[in-house]
């Protein structure tokens, strides 16, 4: 092979993360869908939707192998080895339902718990799976850490950091919709970290009319990609 | 010599006709256990198949079913009946004819399992649900002969191999079963004789005349054939005069998409209004029967039409054929050509009309070797193992069974005669468990052992194998529908329906109509007459050209000079070699050159799009790795243009045919192309049911599964026997990796070539459909760029 290699453009991990202001708070809206506090040490994932292909199996639908729990897990596992969180947020729909929480595979249990060692784990409850879990860690409706709010849905009361839509975008050049995490300088709406999770525009009003004007798009993927909600509003479908 | 009974003698004597030598010759060799007839259409072949059945039937002592026929087209089969009940209604012969196809009513089905006719005539597919019963043994029991029609068609399908798989079970049933097989004209005889006769027995051949040779020629237009595209719109006058000038005319197309933008096309400038009519398998049952009728009755003078009309339904006076668009394969089209003439002992006529300017070079090389009888074909590989798998959950549904039998039974199967014990084994395990990764599964575990005899372990589950009985593999279609009235107009791939906005407009049999939305699974449109259709691009079967036309063009293109060509395709050709270099056989031409920013590569393989796509799939990825930013590919029959950002130095470097080996099993992984293999893989071996008991599934739904099926066993379960299978299928069939290495052995070296701009054999690529993009870091770069772009016109990049 007589190949040159160019610069490694794609591997400085300069992009690895997009930097935000919230409400004062400097977060890290990480490129693989996770968001880190440094100060805080706190990373929060939404929407692991774990169980997933169990729940739909039960309901006699259509047919998913029961290996995305494993993934998204994975993906979690690396997030937490990048970054030493001692607090981990799961910010609800961290189960498919609660059947799913208590018929979770005894591996992935396992791995959850190693997850879990050494450092705070809290589960805010999400529509999916509200009441307690048990699974280790604390359960919460909602949290509020250095003036921000931590719940699953947002509200008007901000400033806020919520999951629950599963925020998806595309820009020109792309050939599919990425998740991305949405913000303005009071609201933070987190893309789902599960596998095969769908998603929702963020040219849908429900979506539009909640973020501010001046609102950003983060792309997840290889890069964390900032990118004004206003300009993928286009009537892009 | 056997003579016929004096009945059947005489009505010939009453219409003054005599047997044909090949007619005569399958009643003398009645008795062997396996004839392959070789006859072009119009000599008799169906005649010369039944004559020892009529004879065998005449005198009206056989009880049950004594001859099955088995066609690749239910049409054929009812075209048949049609045919032979009339001679044996006239003879007043002893002889009860049924069909039985999808299309035959559950009530008369259920009357021919009770009561079997004496002929029956039948699809493979229809026949491999009748040996599913329990009461096969019954019905098969005094069968004495099988017809398979049309067998060159069949012999290279999956469809073929059920068939035979069939036939095996019928030998059990029915001892003594004799084969007969009908084939139009092919490359290889003996392969089929292996294919159709029970292995080891042999196969005589048998050669009718195949009459005067016909006359092929390229329709010579005045407006020049343009740069790209298919659909030869430019040459619509001159087949008007042709249709004009004779008294029937088929004019084929090798996709449905292009027949119909023709036919409209051909509609607009029909000035006389010459009955015309369509075509092709997308079309309404009812429509395509209608077009049928009118056509029998000769009220027709042209059909626009696609593979639909291939095979041998006898559509009577046909005294033209016409091929739009290379014909990319010479054995097909010389089976088309023979659709002309039926007239035994008249030459076909036929005329060549290519769709763009290198499909001149391809239309003039494909006739010079249909007129050298130089027709194509590549060896068949042995049975497919996911066909076999469909064959022993078939097997099980009609009763216990023993695995050592199973297996001996499986190996007369011609195509199946090399099959070890072990890959039996995993078959039949695959039937019991769904393998390992899916052992947790109950919905797979079908297959239980007792006493040493296999059988179903709930035998509810012999319904859904039976509705998921075949291997033909279409797209996901879906039946479009006049708002108004309901009227079925045919249909669309599931695809090219979701690509729709209400107003869009599309083509489809032969009207223009206005998408209006999408009610469960049907597409509703509404009539928009005289406005231009948005381009129809459902259902494109896509043939990649064959080795031996890919070879030939490859000689005339080195010919040296071209007066066999139209000046036009000379003078391009010349320019080419002035400005770059034509490609050769022995060396393999790559051109790089700049083009509106982007920097291009062609590589001029002459492999067949399906190879070159593949090609495009691992150089792209090879870029990739290099820090090319490849940006995207389009492939044609001949060559593959690959963009992206930074320009290729060493081109030799990409094609290390032992890198790129060493990369193919890695790569082919998370290719889409697997995926879509492996979904029809899936589907025939039956861990996909494409129906079910209940509401349909629809296309997209099964795709989102298989290809989550996919997936997990690419990560949990690599050798699972359904992925092996999609690995072999793959690298002969769409990934046809095959053909790479077949290039880069025939080539001694490459020929670099770096121009300042793009070269005239290149040129035509631009304006080719179908570009594929490369997801990898070119497209990061822009995209981040386009993302920087957005925040600062929004004046948010300090953020």
Known sequence: ?????????????????????????????????????????????????????????????????????????ARLDRAISENDPSCVICLGDSFDDLDAASGLAEDARLHLSRLQAGRDWIWIEGNHDPGPIDLGGTHLSELAIGGLAFRHIA???????????????????????????????????????????????????????????????????????????AALGTGRR | MTALPPIIADWFKTRGWALHPHQQDMLDR???????????????????????????????????LHTLYVSPLKALAADIKRNLTTPVQEMGLPIRIEDRTGDTSYTAKRRQRADPPHILLTTPESLALLTSYEDAPRIFAGLQRVIVDEIHALADSKRGDQLMLALSRLDQLAPGLRRVGLS??????????????????????????????????????????????????YAIGEVLEQVRAHRTTLIFHNTRAQAEIFFHRLWLENEDDLPIGIHHGSLSRDQRERVEAAMVAGELRAIVCTGSLDLGIDWGD??????????????????????????????????????????????????????????????????????????????????????????????TVGAYAGLSRAAFDDCLSFCATGGYAFRAYDKWQRLKQTDGLWHLRDPRAAQRIRMNIGTIQDADLLKVRMRRGNRVLGEVEEGFAASLTPGDRFLIGGEVVRYEGLKELTVEVSRTPGREPKVAVFSGTKFATSTQLSSRILRLLNQGSWPNLPGHTAEWLMLQGEVSQIPSADRLLIETFPHEGREHLCLYGFAGQNAHRTLGLILTQRMEAAGLSPLGFVVTDYALLIWGLEPVDDPAALLDPTDMRAGLDQWLQGNAVMKRSFRGVATIAGLIEKNIPGPKKTGRQATFSSDILYDTLAKYDPEHLLM??????????????????????????????????????????????????????GRERLMAAETERLMAEAGLSAL
């Not at chain 1, 998806?168 to 300088?185: I, Y």
């Not at chain 2, 005889?189 to 390229?218: F, K, N, S, W, Y």
Request: net charge neutral.
């Open chain 2, 318 to 411: 046909v005294d033209l054929v016409i091929q739009v668009g290379a014909p990319k394969n010479v054995k097909r089209l010389v089976q088309r050509i023979g659709r002309a003439n039926h007239r035994y002992n008249a030459p076909s006529k036929a005329l060549l009309v290519p769709a763009n300017r290198f499909e001149v070079v391809e239309c003039v090389a494909a006739l010079e070797a249909a007129r050298d009888h130089d027709l194509d074909g590549d060896p068949r590989g042995p049975g497919p193992l996911d066909v076999l798998c469909q064959h022993i959950l078939i097997r099980a549904c009609a009763g216990p069974f023993d695995a050592d039998q199973l297996f001996a039974e499986v190996r």
């Open chain 2, 724 to 777: 092996r299978i999609t690995r072999d299928e793959a690298l002969h069939g769409l990934v046809d990796f095959g053909r790479i290495e077949d290039m880069l052995a025939r080539i001694a070296g490459i020929d670099h070539r770096r121009l300042s701009r793009v070269s005239p054999l290149a040129a035509p690529l631009f304006l080719e459909p179908g570009k594929v993009p490369i997801v990898g870091e």
């Open chain 1, 155 to 229: 509200t008007p009361a901000v400033p806020e950091i919520s999951g629950h839509y599963h925020p998806k975008a595309r820009v020109s050049g792309m050939v599919s919709a990425r998740p991305c995490f949405l913000a303005d300088k009071t609201r933070l709406i987190l893309p789902a970290f599960g596998a095969y999770t769908g998603g929702l525009r963020v040219t849908d009003p429900v979506l539009a009319t909640m973020m501010q004007a001046d609102a950003i798009a983060v792309l997840t993927g290889q890069r964390a990609l900032p990118v004004p909600m």
């Open chain 2, 30 to 64: 009645s008795a062997a256990p396996a004839t392959l007839l070789i006859a072009p259409t119009g000599g008799g072949k169906t005649l010369a198949g039944f004559l020892p059945s009529l004879v065998e039937l005449v005198g009206g002592g056989h009880a049950g």
């Open chain 1, 1 to 73: 092979m007589t190949l040159r290699a160019r610069p490694g453009w794609a591997k400085s991990g300069a992009m690895s993360h997009h930097v935000l202001v919230l409400a004062g708070q400097t977060l890290h809206a990480c490129a693989d869908g996770s968001l880190f506090w440094p100060d805080q040490g706190l990373l929060c994932v939404s929407d692991l939707h774990l169980g997933k292909s169990e729940r739909i199996a039960r309901r006699g639908g259509g047919l998913f192998p029961p290996y995305e729990t494993q993934e998204t897990l």
């Open chain 2, 184 to 233: 139009a004209t092919v490359d290889d005889p003996q392969a089929i004789a292996a294919t159709l006769a029970r292995h080891p027995d042999p196969c005589p051949v048998l050669q009718a005349d195949p009459g005067p040779d016909p006359q092929i020629e390229m329709l010579v237009t005045e407006t020049r054939p343009p740069w790209s595209g298919g659909g030869a719109q």
